[in-house]
């Protein structure tokens, strides 16, 4: 079955790696056959997941597969969008950014 591995080491950055892997192989199967592992050793304890959604590493494939590699956060998404907001100013952000010439505040 023809699955493809996803890492994104780095903001920008994605490594693709397409493998033809034998029918009731696990996630952990498709990590070891990409090879991502030995130029990337901080992987082996990465979350796994499939299209998007987190599983475990015993997890059947089925043809098609996305297996993804996920890397930690450097910033909690909630501070950065607060910080934004500061930076950007509240008339410039938000719902209210495009409001009509003249309208109430908040409409």
């Known amino acids: 079955m023809q699955i493809v ?3 994104a ?3 920008g950055q994605v490594i693709e790696v397409s493998l033809q892997l034998a029918p009731g192989a ?5 990590l070891v056959a990409s090879g991502l592992q030995t130029g990337h050793p901080s992987i082996q304890d990465a979350p ?5 959604r987190k599983a475990a590493r015993d997890q059947p494939l089925r043809p098609g597969d996305r297996v993804e590699i996920y ?7 909630k501070v950065a969008r607060r910080e934004r907001f500061v930076r950007q ?5 938000g719902l209210f950014a495009k409001r009509r010439a003249g309208a ?3 409409y």
């Open 5 to 7: 591995v996803a890492y």
């Open 9 to 11: 080491p780095a903001a």
């Open 26 to 30: 696990t996630l952990h199967d498709a």
């Open 48 to 52: 796994l997941g499939i299209w998007g």
């Open 71 to 77: 890397r930690p956060l450097r910033v909690d998404p």
């Open 89 to 93: 100013g509240a008339g410039t952000a």
């Open 104 to 106: 109430k505040a908040g």
